[in-house]
């Protein structure tokens, strides 16, 4: 069974400060996802990313998988108050999409 | 238009009732999802549809009953809810097979409460 575990569980941080998001996992994945769910709504896709080493910019956020395509960071610089959200990092391969337990993020004003 | 719409958003009912929640995608997807949160937030697939035909099926006790009319709707029935149902449970679309690189477009979600 693919597993991945994502850390922090939880986050609170002041705004305009950086954090770091990781994901790993002990398989191999073909593709990873990073989705942002807010309270009340499904997740909605951020980035996907599918070659190992790959990174990605979405203004503030920058993702990274990892060389192996085992793992994958998200890196938040300068957050605001309207990145908090839970943080879901979910794996391809296969015939199914496996989600990380997510984290947790609230940025304080 | 919403993309991927489930009804009900809440749904509060007894144990040992039996509920349905309807979902309908007008995006042309081929494949539709049922997952389910638990308390925790973690995301956990249950069933999988492409082109109507069953693709997913995890561990899931048999009171849960998928079906796809068609491919723009999967509906999900359970039958004799018990108090670990409780959850939110979201409907998804992608274009393709399942675990791809497609994007996963969710419903708003429909929160089960057993009481």
């Known amino acids: 069974t693919q597993l991945l575990e994502q850390s922090p569980q939880f986050l609170s941080i002041q705004e305009g400060e950086n954090l770091t998001v990781y994901c790993n996992s002990s398989?191999?994945?073909?593709?990873l996802q990073w989705y942002r769910q807010e309270p009340g709504e499904g997740p909605v896709l951020l980035v996907t990313?599918?070659?190992?080493?790959e990174v990605k910019k979405l203004k503030r956020l920058t993702f990274q998988f990892g060389d192996a395509r085992k793992d994958s960071s998200l890196h938040i610089t300068a957050a605001q108050p309207g990145d908090t959200g839970l943080y879901l990092c979910?794996?391809?391969?296969?015939?199914?999409?496996?989600f990380g337990a997510g984290t947790i993020l609230r940025v304080k004003s | 238009d919403t993309a991927v719409s489930q009804t009900p958003k809440y749904l509060v009912t007894q144990m040992g009732n039996d509920k349905s929640i309807k979902c309908e995608q007008n995006?042309?997807?081929?494949?539709m999802y049922w997952y389910k949160q638990d308390s925790k937030k973690f995301l956990k697939i249950m069933f999988s549809?492409?082109?109507?035909?069953?693709?997913i099926n995890e561990t899931v006790p048999n009171r849960f009953s998928p079906k796809s009319p068609d491919k723009a709707h999967l509906n999900l029935h359970i039958n004799s809810l018990e108090l670990g149902d409780s959850a939110v449970y979201f409907c998804?679309?992608?274009?393709?097979?399942?675990?791809?690189?497609?994007?996963?477009?969710f419903g708003e979600g429909s929160r089960l409460t057993v009481l």
């Open positions: 998804a679309s992608s274009q393709g097979t399942p675990g791809g690189t497609g994007e996963l477009f």
């Open positions: 398989s191999v994945f073909s593709s």
């Open positions: 990313v599918v070659t190992g080493g």
């Open positions: 979910a794996g391809g391969g296969g015939n199914k999409l496996v």
């Open positions: 995006l042309g997807h081929d494949t």
């Open positions: 549809y492409n082109n109507k035909e069953l693709i």
